[in-house]
């Protein structure tokens, strides 16, 4: 762990343990949109809708999500998770795929930061990308938060901002966006297919989670 990974972490003890009053004084957002309204055809994209288990929703914590397998053609798949927070308190907070992931028997064998462009807007987003495989099997993931009109692809910034926004916004809510597909063909054409389904499901995600 590098030294300035050290500072952060410890400040940012410091300041969520001062403020753990206030942020429990926050108010509950609801989202702009239910969920269960998400739409299931973006684009080409024909999305199938899951359920998660009742066990990982306890311990999620989530108020309100979407899960949903896309396809285009046989070979073209993304699976979309957003879970939504109306307010995020002690045991009820963003889990980072980071920590969920080893436990299912994905390894996590590369990190980066990927930008993607949106269509006719002259504006980009920068999101977590993590590149998984277990056996012969790879995966990619692309993941950022989306809370109180912010896209952070950072887990510390995201709980610095947890922090300040409860104490100047009074707000908690947040929301997690994670994206995965399977590596059939190369990883570049993978990491292009996940930039073309987050450009079509960006606006949508608006339209759903408050800014």
Not at 7 to 23: E, K, P, R, V
């Amino acid at each position: 762990m590098t030294y300035q990974r050290t500072i952060i972490i410890i400040i940012i003890l410091l300041i969520t343990a001062g403020l753990t009053g206030l942020a429990s004084q926050s108010e509950r957002i609801a989202p702009n949109k239910p969920f269960n309204e998400f739409p299931l055809e973006i684009g080409q994209w024909k999305g199938v809708k899951g359920q998660l288990d009742q066990k990982v929703y306890n311990i999620l914590g989530v108020e309100d999500y979407i899960l949903a397998n896309y396809t285009k053609t046989s070979n073209e798949s993304v699976n979309l998770y957003v879970g939504f927070y109306q307010s995020q308190k002690e045991g009820d907070i963003i889990h980072s795929p980071k920590n969920c992931l080893p436990g299912t028997g994905w390894n996590i064998t590369e990190t980066s930061i990927e930008t993607v462009n949106l269509d006719n807007t002259g504006k980009s987003i920068k999101v977590i990308k993590l590149l998984l495989q277990k056996g012969v099997e790879k995966q990619i993931v692309f993941y950022w938060f989306q809370s109180r009109g912010r896209i952070i692809s950072s887990e510390y910034m995201q709980k610095i901002w947890l922090v300040i926004d409860s104490v100047t916004k009074h707000r908690t809510d947040g929301s997690f966006v994670r994206l995965i597909s399977p590596v059939i063909i190369d990883e570049q054409t993978t990491t292009a297919r996940l930039k073309e389904f987050a450009n079509k499901v960006y606006p949508i995600l608006s339209e759903y989670i408050p800014s």
